[in-house]
């Protein structure tokens, strides 16, 4: 059974950073892409940023590039979201999400993911 569990959000306050975590379980880490998607109140989830499977590409949402850095750990089955410059329009429910059907390029979409983690709440205080 796969199961994705998040960690690492918290309360920051502008300009500040945190570290997300995802931890996987119960599957081939190595084989699954990785994503991020967070969901603030009374909108839709949006993917966030994005890993395949050997770490070698990459893809961001433009409000992040610059800012955010996802890496994953394939010998500890976790992926990691930095995110730094945290701006309060960050403020939301971030959730990782794992797919072993896609490659190289990164999905943005959340129909791409079939295995999602509970989600974690970061808020960005002005």
């Known amino acids: 059974q796969v199961q994705l569990v998040e960690s690492g959000g918290g309360l920051v306050q502008a300009g500040g950073s945190l570290t997300l975590s995802c931890a996987a379980s119960?599957?081939?880490?190595?084989?699954?892409?990785m994503g991020w998607f967070r969901q603030a109140t009374g909108k839709e989830r949006e993917f966030v940023g994005g890993i395949n499977r050997s770490g070698g590409n990459r893809n961001y949402t433009d409000s992040v590039k610059g800012r955010f850095t996802v890496s994953r750990d394939n010998a500890k089955n976790t992926v990691y979201l930095q995110m730094n410059s945290l701006k309060p329009e960050d403020t939301a429910v971030y959730y990782c999400?794992?797919?072993?059907?896609?490659?190289?390029?990164?999905?943005?979409?959340?129909?791409?993911?079939?295995?999602w983690g509970q989600g974690t709440q970061v808020t960005v205080s002005s």
């Open positions: 119960g599957l081939t880490f190595s084989n699954y892409g």
């Open positions: 999400a794992a797919d072993p059907t896609w490659f190289t390029i990164v999905p943005i979409t959340p129909s791409a993911y079939a295995y």
